[in-house]
């Protein structure tokens, strides 16, 4: 049947687990995608839920089909826990460690690429890169280490020399050879040589995975951002690309100048309704057979009711997200169980509404938990707002935000990072988190619209001139927010 609401595979939210399952078949070829497999864009930024993972499986893919070799780096290769214990605090030695990570870096991918083009260009690698195979085999023959370990290796040789007993003279000139990687410059030629033969990519991905904001984990990701820049300029079939959580990028100070400085190289994944809407439609056209040269809006009321409340269906969904893809695939796969399980043969109202009250208490939980290394306990924020309406005056706000700085209004447990901060400060955190959506005029679809906006639909906007704010629809229903 053309509208069997259980043939639909919306796709699993996680993209290492949606590969297998169809997601090279309706993956969205964005301007994103097509940017960074041009190597004009290097380094991805995203919040959680934006496609970052499903955009880098799509890379690899893409890249290995033209005759590349591409290494895929992930949490497996890497370990916060692990460095923090096998390195001393900067304060023990004072040991400047975002140059001493990014040589480290640089050290690892050097030593990768160069195992990696010996394995597969076999005998071949001898003669191209007599140099390079002396020095694996004189350094790494048979050897097991992991990725991991030649990291931390190197960084152990520098760290020794930092904080270790050598005089001045000999650690001045050691430290030198170290941060310049002297081992490794002669060999550069050889591997410049190597990637014009077939090209070589690195696909560095999920470094928010056991992130603990420590001072080791900020400089081991801003010493990856370094030496990825650097290592970029080597050639232009060597290229690491990075992928990493917004909010991550932004609580790491050191990075910022290098935001600045490469600005062009970042790629910012954003989502609108349009992009959104072609994603779960080509999700239902892969799913039912037929459906090629229907035009999205039949594929999509196929399975679901035109309205729900008299809003059309997809924009009522899709007013319930921060316009991430994880979020209206979560929160379609969890109206069409109860559909199924109401044995509808369409995704009404009632199945929305029913998945909607989890769905919003798992959203609300995860938004706090997306930055609990800037704003621990940010749940406690939003709970201040249980049971209030909906709509909300600036004045009644600044009311309520100068309440919770005073201690009037108890968050439950004490936020220390509002010390010191005035209502500005909280109705900008409440913004930037996507809880507060703020009525003004903005564009949409080329007409000038008088609405209530987010930040996921319109990133600059001056909060200052706002009257009247609006909590969000998606953390309504589990904070009780009267409509």
Not at 77 to 105: I, R
Not at 122 to 134: G, L, M, P, Q, Y
Request: hydrophobic content about 40%; glycine content about 6%; some cysteine.
């Amino acid at each position: 049947m053309l509208n069997d609401v259980s043939a639909v595979k919306f796709g699993a939210p996680a993209a290492e687990r949606d590969i297998n399952q169809g997601l090279k078949d309706y993956f969205i070829e964005t301007g994103a995608f097509n940017r960074l497999k041009n190597h004009r864009k290097t380094i991805i930024l995203g919040n959680r839920g934006t496609g970052k993972s499903a955009l880098m499986k799509m890379l690899a893919k893409h890249f290995r089909t033209e005759n590349a070799i591409v290494i895929e780096m992930t949490p497996e290769d890497y370990s916060y826990d692990l460095l923090q214990s096998a390195l001393k605090k900067e304060s023990d030695g004072s040991w400047a460690k975002v140059s001493a990570f990014t040589a480290s870096w640089k050290y690892l991918l050097y030593v990768i690429a160069l195992k990696k083009y010996q394995e597969a260009l076999k005998t071949s690698f001898k003669t191209t890169a007599k140099n390079s195979h002396k020095y694996l085999r004189n350094n790494h023959k048979g050897s097991q280490q992991s990725s991991f370990d030649i990291f931390i290796s190197y960084l152990n040789r520098i760290e020794g020399l930092k904080v270790g007993p050598y005089e001045a003279g000999i650690k001045s000139k050691e430290l030198q050879h170290l941060y310049k990687l002297e081992e490794i410059i002669e060999l550069l030629p050889e591997l410049k040589k190597l990637a014009a033969r077939k090209p070589i990519i690195f696909l560095i991905d999920e470094l928010d995975k056991g992130w603990d904001g420590s001072e080791d984990a900020k400089m081991f990701v801003a010493g990856l951002f370094q030496a990825a820049l650097s290592l970029n300029e080597l050639s232009s079939n060597f290229k690491v690309i990075i992928s990493l959580r917004k909010e991550l990028h932004d609580n790491i100070p050191t990075l910022y100048d290098d935001y600045q400085k490469n600005i062009d190289l970042f790629e910012g994944l954003e989502w609108d309704e349009d992009s959104l809407f072609q994603l779960i439609t080509k999700r239902i056209e892969h799913s039912i057979s037929g459906l090629a040269y229907r035009n999205p809006k039949e594929k999509w009321n196929l399975i679901f009711a035109e309205k729900i409340m008299d809003i059309d269906s997809f924009k009522y969904i899709v007013s319930r997200t921060l316009y991430r893809p994880r979020e209206i695939i979560q929160l379609c796969t969890e109206s069409q169980d109860r559909a199924i399980e109401k044995r509808r043969n369409k995704i009404g109202i009632n199945s929305v509404v029913s998945a909607e009250a989890k769905y919003s208490e798992n959203r609300t939980k995860d938004i706090s938990a997306e930055y609990k290394f800037q704003y621990p306990n940010l749940i406690n924020l939003f709970e201040v707002f249980r049971g209030k309406e909906c709509s909300i005056k600036r004045s009644e706000l600044e009311d309520i935000c100068s309440k919770i700085i005073l201690g009037d209004l108890k968050t439950g447990v004490k936020l220390n990072w509002l010390d010191g901060q005035n209502e500005e400060f909280i109705i900008n955190i409440l913004w930037q988190v996507g809880f507060l959506l703020a009525k003004t005029t903005a564009t949409v679809n080329n007409e000038q619209c008088h609405d209530y906006f987010g930040i996921h639909q319109i990133s600059l906007i001056n909060l200052g001139n706002i009257k009247e704010f609006s909590i969000h629809p998606m953390f309504r229903i589990f904070l009780g927010i009267k409509e």
